[in-house]
């Protein structure tokens, strides 16, 4: 094996560890800050909001001590303006915190002193990893050791962090066995709902060598938490004091509740915490400069992992955009037409001048295609017709036309014929895919960076670079299709997302199929109202899943009042999916669609996708040839 080669190789396995806890000791040999991470070290809260696989996780380790500790080799712990404590949401945990035997207000003061005990364990886990690893004590007087004694309700007497350490973690683990028999045996000793962390948290930082640190709570997943759990943590940042801070990652839509404990006092932003919205920030749409950050950004994170040190040292750099070579729009017609323009031309040598002909054959297949395809549309001009224009008037008398229409017309070329329909190919095309999600684009790269090297071992081909057409499109259907499947197992309404998906994907790939006589590019969809309450509300539930999970993604649409109001948004299939139901992943033209139709696409598949079509003036039937890979779904559309 060919040293470049067992190079592609060795990447494709780190490109392939796409979890930041799969990433393991390697998580911050490939840590490339975003844009916005500054944002997250000033002593502001922050929320950051993002779909699974938009770096939440990573980002916020970064902030941790150890992460901090891992990338800043070159400069002392001492010189930290900021501790960040990590402290990822178990929803095996927070779930034993509900039930109807208890009243709501024992559960709140039983969750407050588990989040008490949790988040002070970490201040002194942190406090003894600082004294290890700097040499350094972090003196404690006897005044505050006695507040310390006293907010726990302790009965022994503390002078050292290696006892706190012992005594919270028996706490711990002998509230965690009471609330098994929370009502027969309720727990004694409930601490105030913040106190101990505001009295150790003062304790470890005014006065001590950590003097002018501020601790930093990184609270991952806070999705995990049950409503009221939600209001308990907002009070905490609500009023929260200089000692420390909040840093929240949360799914879209995850942040249910704004309110505290007081029903009175809402969070706000900006005034209570910083919004980053990975998805405003990221959407790749035009104009958008931030967009383009995340290319800067992917491309960094993608060719760290191509161009891992420990296994190469230093050698050439491979680069992912040599990789991934795209086409341009003229360029992939040509390869889809696949010669059939031929039959085409012999027609036309009956119809035209000759001279006119010898013209015609210098014209570009696709070009070809695309008259052809207009003279369908058109009706009053035949295609010979519309090839003398062009050849009298010129191609720019066309450009119009071309602009508006020629992308649309490429999904029609294969419409319902065996193998690849349409190409996704090219970096900027996978980072569209993508859509802002890293986790998405590693498993992209993954994906045809492994059957790429599968195909190099069963070949004796040298051309190692770069990965073809039909292997980056291949690799994007897969990749749709593990995500559709696995959409099933993230969500207890997972199975209802799956069959919204597999229905809505069925509309639009047949609505891109067809596109003549119709709007080019229709793959958004706004709501509209037309069912009882009930119908309503399950609705609303199944869209907000769908958007948590990554299913479909959300933009404020013209009329944008609230943002928790789901009808005043426009939604589009996930651009991940769309190489597997064949349609664009660009972000174009929309269809309504009303609430009642949309449960129907869910519930009764076939009547939903016919009723849909007709009420967007469509009559395609639904008996059009199935893409190779919608076949294993076939009975699905039965």
Not at 45 to 65: D, E, F, Q
Not at 188 to 202: N, R
Not at 321 to 349: I, V
Not at 473 to 496: C, D, F, H, P, Y
Request: some cysteine; aromatic content about 12%.
């Amino acid at each position: 094996m060919s040293n470049y080669l067992l190079r592609l190789k060795k990447s494709q396995e780190l490109l392939g560890l796409y979890r930041a806890e799969w990433l393991s000791s390697k998580l911050f040999d490939h840590f490339n800050e975003p844009g916005y991470f500054s944002e997250l070290k000033t002593n502001r809260p922050c929320v950051l909001i993002g779909g699974r696989g938009t770096g939440k996780t990573t980002v916020l380790k970064g902030l941790s001590y150890t992460g901090q500790f891992a990338l800043n080799t070159n400069s002392q712990i001492q010189d930290w303006n900021f501790i960040g404590i990590y402290y990822r949401v178990n929803t095996n945990r927070v779930t034993t915190f509900s039930g109807n035997d208890v009243s709501l207000d024992r559960w709140i003061s039983y969750f407050s002193h588990y989040i008490n005990l949790c988040f002070c364990q970490e201040l002194v886990r942190f406090a003894l990893w600082y004294e290890k690893n700097t040499g350094e004590k972090i003196e404690i007087t006897p005044r505050k050791w006695r507040r310390i004694k006293a907010v726990f309700q302790l009965d022994e007497v503390i002078d050292s962090l290696e006892y706190l350490e012992e005594e919270l973690e028996i706490l711990l683990l002998e509230f965690e066995s009471s609330i098994n028999q929370v009502v027969d045996n309720p727990p004694s000793k409930i601490t105030m709902q913040g106190a101990p962390i505001d009295i150790l948290s003062e304790a470890l930082l005014s006065g001590t060598v950590l003097e002018g640190k501020q601790f930093f709570f990184l609270i991952d997943e806070f999705e995990n938490f049950q409503d009221y759990q939600q209001q308990v943590l907002n009070t905490l940042i609500k009023h929260n004091n200089s000692f420390y801070t909040f840093k929240i990652g949360v799914r879209e839509l995850g942040f249910r509740q704004k309110a505290t404990l007081n029903e009175n006092e809402q969070l706000t932003s900006p005034a209570d915490y910083v919004r980053i919205d990975l998805t405003e920030i990221f959407q790749n749409s035009t104009g958008n400069k931030e967009a383009n950050k995340f290319k800067g950004f992917a491309e960094a994170v993608i060719n760290s992992r191509l161009n891992d040190p420990s296994f190469f040292g230093q050698q050439e750099e491979i680069r992912i955009t040599d990789l991934l070579p795209s086409l341009s729009q003229l360029e992939e017609a040509n390869l889809l037409l696949k010669n059939s323009h031929l039959g085409w031309l012999k027609d036309l040598e009956q119809q035209i001048d000759k001279s006119l002909y010898e013209k015609a054959k210098e014209i570009q297949p696709g070009y070809l295609f695309f008259i052809k395809y207009w003279s369908e549309k058109e009706k009053s001009k035949s295609f010979t017709d519309l090839v003398e224009d062009w050849l009298l008037n010129g191609k720019d008398s066309w450009n119009t036309r071309l602009n508006n229409h020629f992308y649309a017309s490429l999904f029609s070329i294969r419409a319902g014929k065996v193998g690849i329909r349409k190409y996704y190919t090219g970096w900027d095309t996978y980072l569209s895919l993508a859509n802002g999600n890293i986790r998405y684009l590693l498993e992209l790269v993954h994906a045809a960076l492994l059957e790429h090297l599968n195909l190099l071992e069963e070949s004796d081909t040298t051309n190692l670079i770069p990965i073809s057409y039909d292997v980056q499109t291949n690799a994007a259907i897969q990749i749709g299709r593990k995500n559709l499947t696995e959409l099933e197992g993230l969500s207890v309404e997972g199975a209802k997302l799956t069959k919204l998906l597999l229905s809505l994907g069925r509309v639009f790939g047949l609505l891109a199929a067809s596109p003549l006589g119709h709007t080019p590019e229709a793959n958004q969809f706004q709501l509209v109202s037309d069912s009882d309450p009930a119908t309503e509300r399950t609705v609303n539930n199944i869209l907000t899943q769908a958007v948590m999970h990554l299913a479909l993604t959300r933009t404020p649409g013209s009329k944008l009042t609230d943002k928790t109001d789901i009808k005043d948004y426009d939604y589009m299939i996930h651009p991940i999916f769309s190489p597997f139901f064949v349609f664009s992943y660009r972000k174009k033209r929309k269809i309504t669609l009303q609430s009642s139709s949309l449960l129907k696409l869910v519930m009764q598949p076939k009547e939903g996708i016919k009723e849909v079509l007709e009420n967007s003036n469509r009559n395609e039937s639904l008996d059009f040839q199935l893409p190779d890979q919608l076949q294993l779904f076939g009975d699905y559309y039965e």
